[in-house]
């Protein structure tokens, strides 16, 4: 009989999970709020509204796509010893200041942060930083949420709401990201070092493997692996790191599941992320996470289905477009993907700039506008 895997979230990384891992022969369940959530499509059963206790019931493990997800269904999936990762880790990710917390006294390397719990807070962290973001504990992300203070009269555009987080700025030479799969039995296997641009706050391409020397690569492959350990982690598992123009390796924050920045994976991967996660959660041998070739992937934000877009996408060699099929366009809304390989990372950066240019022409700020704008 097969094996049944419930997933508690309907987006783009549900839909991505069950079409790269139905060929093992698994049964996918999935439960969404709205009923128009992408991976509700290919599903072998649709959960919707309260029917989320059906899906616990009738699946062998529970995982999920999203964080943000419904904490009562976490709740009783854990109790019945059903989901993977646990739930200390949604719990860690649904407040900022606790994951910051939680990281600095594990002894992870976080940028300095304070705690802001009322206006004078907010001038002391100034006054100790510099240059601060102040980010909201709750709801933030996609660079949603987020207040760069450059100088004193930025304090003013800080929503009075507390508390906040407050980061000292950090002079960043290089955003990358690890993404790795760790087994029931401490098995992990890490992908290589994923290099991400961001774009207004959110990601616009990433490319594999990241520009950074052997000796940061190992260090931040050593402290994601020291990370989920500590997690007692099973399943992919995302961290995001800044690399200061000093050489200082410092994480900005974890995701509890596969990850944008992954999606290279799809194509660049013996086996993708996706898959990997399944494997993990399930029991299933972790599969092979070696570079075929240089990889990469373009963000297709707040961009509405064009078959013209799509027909001059596909013509770049070592194209591929996953388009996420979502009800709704929004400005910075993730509708869809551009997976790009080619033999060389400047070849690959090349068509990575083709497709760009096709998806965004010179327009940019139309699709991803700052938030104070969007």
Do not use: C
Request: hydrophobic share 40%; no cysteine; net charge neutral.
């Amino acid at each position: 009989m097969s094996r049944v895997l419930g997933i508690l979230g309907g987006g783009q990384l549900g839909l991505m999970m069950i079409l790269e891992s139905r060929k093992l022969g698994i049964k996918f369940l999935v439960y969404d709020e709205d009923p128009e959530a992408p991976a509700l499509r290919v599903g072998d059963g649709r959960y919707v509204g309260d029917s989320w206790k059906e899906l616990i019931v009738k699946s062998d493990i529970v995982t999920f796509e999203f964080e943000h997800v419904n904490p009562n269904a976490i709740s009783e999936a854990e109790s019945l010893g059903k989901l993977r990762p646990n739930s200390l880790t949604i719990w860690l990710k649904q407040d900022k200041i606790r994951e910051k917390v939680f990281l600095k006294d594990h002894g992870f390397p976080v940028p300095r942060f304070m705690v802001i719990k009322a206006p004078e807070d907010m001038y002391d962290a100034f006054n100790k930083f510099g240059r601060v973001v102040f980010k909201e504990p709750q709801g933030a992300y996609d660079g949603r949420g987020q207040y760069y203070v450059m100088g004193k009269s930025d304090l003013d555009k800080v929503p009075m709401k507390f508390p906040l987080l407050a980061e000292e700025f950090v002079d960043i030479y290089k955003e990358v990201s690890v993404i790795l799969a760790r087994s029931k039995n401490g098995e992990v296997v890490t992908y290589p070092v994923t290099e991400n641009y961001h774009y207004n706050g959110i990601l616009l391409y990433s490319i594999a493997p990241a520009g950074v020397n052997e000796e940061v690569a190992n260090e931040v492959k050593e402290i994601a692996v020291s990370l989920a350990k500590t997690l007692n982690y099973i399943g992919v598992l995302t961290i995001e790191f800044f690399i200061t123009r000093d050489g200082e390796v410092l994480i900005n924050e974890f995701a509890p599941r596969v990850h944008n920045s992954g999606h290279w994976t799809l194509m660049g991967a013996a086996v993708s992320q996706f898959e990997n996660h399944v494997r993990a959660v399930l029991d299933l041998p972790l599969g092979s996470t070696e570079l075929l070739k240089p990889a990469g992937i373009v963000n297709m934000l707040g961009v509405p289905y064009d078959e013209n877009i799509i027909n001059k996408i596909l013509a770049i060699p070592g194209t591929s477009v996953w388009w996420y099929g979502k009800a709704r366009v929004r400005p910075r809304r993730k509708m869809g993907h551009v997976n790009v390989v080619a033999n060389d990372v400047n070849e690959l950066k090349r068509r990575i700039g083709e497709v760009l240019s096709v998806v965004y022409g010179n327009d940019l700020d139309r699709y991803i506008p700052p938030w104070s704008r969007a």
